[in-house]
């Protein structure tokens, strides 16, 4: 006997007893669907084809006109307008042996794909017997064997028609250093991806009374299998099995092993792990694009350095730059977290400015000493995108105070080597030559002022910086040595200095 029982409609039998006909005749293909490159069976796929005949019941009166063909035209509705309104719908198909004896082929997932009833033989005026074909696809044999141990189907695995799984290494624009030392060497980044992609076969249940999942479904537990935490674990299994792989594959090497032909990351470490997955439900298929930022160190930095010499062949020198943090949340997370590694890369990188911007002013080759101190500075910082731009100038003018941003002194000499003249203008009434001039044979007093500007940093503002210590280098020496003037000027807010004194002699 056979029955045909539709997940969502009452069982119809084909053939089998005398009520419609003798037992159809039917043949079974199996087919390997799919291989992956490494032999793994995706999945078995079985044709199931049944061809019979059902027979209009010899009790219908012949003499009663029409009543065989009404039953004829009951049955063909009964049964084949019925199958043909279920086309494409899945069951459990049974092939049972006469007597109820033991042995039944099972399939639990039978999709019906073609029902064919050709025209009736001429034998049969359409009022004796009909000739139908059915054919099934399917993928669960729940078969039961007489005294013979059949595989059962493992509804724990994959039901797949395609797999797919690929890797690609892209050099990233961004570079790092070792600790985010921007005094050593440059290293390259990279961007690793990872896709993994299945279609899968919507899986009946093991009852064979309906699905147990969808092709998508199916197709996500295969692909989710195959995603990685860090591109660097290595895959050591083939792709449908958990049998150990001839080659594993390791990504620090996009190989199994360092080539010395490739990049070689064996002290990169993963950043910025992302997961994007597709889903086509009409095609059953699910799909995930994996990526890492691979580097040396948590920030990729950017840098810049400009040098200016002034006409005054002052130099100045400007180093400036961005940092973008990685992330190293979980592809799971909803959190950005790239800020973080920012601010800890910025540290390091304010730390070691000066000397990056001393080992450019040395390659100058000019005499005089870049100074350690920032005479101006900017910073800005995105939060979302992790990012922080940075902007550090030095020059090499001298520091006179300390604690100063920028100092500048003044000198001015009045007499210094007595190059004035003293002299008496006498006037003389009616002399065409005007006013006698009459020299003194002398020089008037010897002046000389100093003019101290000076920017303190904000933590040295708390109190008026002494700048008489730096004016008084320049104090004349002579006799009779006397400080005619002393005037200081002091803005706490802004740091703002100024000493002006002026000494005779």
Known sequence: MITFTPYNASSIQLGGDASIGAFPKYGIQKDITAVTSEGGILNSKYTITISGTFIVPSEIDITDIGARQSRYNSMMAERINYLKTSKGITGKLEIAPYGG???????????????????????????????????????????????VTLQPFDHTGYLLSSVEENWGYELDDNVSYIGNNITGDIYKNYVITHTVSATGIRKGNPG???????????????????????????????????????????????????????????????????????????????????????????????????????????????????????????????????????????QTVKSNVYSFALSNYLTLGVSGQLSNVVRSSTVGKNNKNGTISFSFSYNDLPILINGAKNTNISINYDNDQYQVQTVAIIPVIARANGPVIQNMKTSKERRRSVQLDAVMSKNNRVSKP???????????????????????????????????????Y
């Open 101 to 147: 004896k033991p042995g039944k082929i099972i399939f639990s997932d039978a999709r019906l794909l073609s029902v064919s009833t050709p025209e009736s033989p001429e034998n049969s005026s359409a009022i004796l017997y009909s000739e139908y074909s059915l054919s099934f696809e399917a993928y669960i044999d729940s078969s039961i064997g007489d005294g």
């Open 208 to 346: 064979g009374t309906g699905f147990a999942s969808t092709a998508w479904k199916e197709a996500e537990r295969w692909v989710n299998t195959r995603l990685k935490t860090s591109p660097f674990d290595p895959i050591t299994k083939e792709m449908l099995s958990n049998v150990d792989t001839e080659n594993q594959f390791n990504g620090r090497y996009a190989s199994n092993s360092p080539s010395g032909l490739i990049p070689n990351l064996d002290s990169f470490l993963p950043y910025n792990h992302t997961r994007i997955p597709e889903i086509n439900i009409s095609e059953g298929s699910y799909s995930v694009t994996e990526t890492w930022s691979t580097s040396r160190s948590n920030a990729s930095i950017d840098i810049d350095v400009n040098i200016e010499i002034d006409q005054n062949d002052t130099v100045s020198i400007t180093v400036e730059g961005s940092i973008i943090g990685y992330d190293e949340s979980p592809a799971s997370s909803t959190i950005i977290r790239k800020i973080q590694n920012a601010e800890l890369a910025f």
């Open 466 to 504: 002494n700048g008489y210590s730096v004016v008084a280098v320049y104090a004349p020496v002579g006799p009779n040595l006397a400080i005619q003037s002393h005037v200081e000027n002091w803005e706490p807010q802004t740091g703002n200095y100024s000493l002006s004194v002026e000494w005779i």
